[in-house]
């Protein structure tokens, strides 16, 4: 599957940015979504993911209540709405897809990766 990741931007701390991304192919039902970040520096961290089977949810605990990862297999998209942002969200955000395997928070356990969307937070 291939994967193409938007939405990023420069905000204001406290605002909301939501990030789409949009997979190709018939198959997208089958794939377990995830979000991952990396700041400068630092390696790439878990944010977020979604299952295939039956959409369960799992964050990470520093974004755990402001962001909230969804999917519509109709449109072949995962979607990141991330409210209240803080200038340490500061990242690039890559999605990434698992083709019928469970939420993972590393990174290697998945397949396909999209190019990444800058997300800015000034303070």
């Known amino acids: 599957v291939q994967l193409q990741a938007s939405g990023g931007g420069l905000v204001q701390a406290g605002g909301s940015l939501r990030l789409s991304c949009a997979a190709s192919g018939r198959t997208f039902s089958s794939y377990t979504m995830g979000w991952f970040r990396q700041a400068p520096g630092k390696e790439r961290e878990f944010v977020a993911g979604i299952s295939w089977k039956g959409g369960s949810t799992s964050y990470a605990d520093s974004v755990k209540a402001r962001f909230i990862i969804s999917r519509d297999n109709a449109k072949n998209t995962v979607y990141l709405q991330m409210n209240s942002l803080k200038p340490e969200d500061t990242a690039v955000y890559y999605c990434?897809?698992?083709?019928?395997?469970?939420?993972?928070?590393?990174?290697?356990?998945?397949?396909?990766w999209g190019q990444g969307t800058q997300v800015t937070v000034s303070s």
């Open positions: 990434a897809a698992n083709f019928k395997g469970d939420v993972s928070r590393i990174p290697r356990r998945y397949d396909s």
